[in-house]
């Protein structure tokens, strides 16, 4: 091999990204973040809300077999 340094670092980074599919992989904890967009958000479901009622008001009626 002409670059063994590359080969080492290759196996490496194959090593940690396999293993870290493990159960028992470690895990590192997410920072807590304020909810910057949470009023938009919720602005934007409602309004979605509100044009899928409009789209379709009620669900179709399921057929009955009646005999």
Same mark, same amino acid.
């Given at each position: 091999?002409?670059?063994?340094?590359?080969?080492?670092?290759?196996?490496?980074?194959?090593? &940690?990204?396999?293993n870290?599919?493990?159960?028992?992989?470690p895990?590192?904890?997410?920072?807590?973040?304020?909810?910057?967009?949470?009023?938009? &958000?919720?602005?934007?479901?409602?309004?979605?809300? &509100?044009?899928?009622? &409009?789209?379709?008001?009620?669900?179709?009626?399921?057929?009955?077999?009646?005999?």
């Open positions: 091999m002409e670059q063994s340094t590359g080969f080492v670092l290759a196996v490496d980074a194959v090593t &940690r990204h396999v870290s599919a493990r159960p028992d992989a895990v590192r904890p997410d920072r807590p973040r304020a909810p910057r967009l949470a009023p938009s &958000r919720l602005a934007a479901a409602a309004a979605l809300r &509100r044009l899928a009622d &409009r789209m379709e008001p009620r669900p179709a009626a399921m057929p009955t077999c009646r005999s």
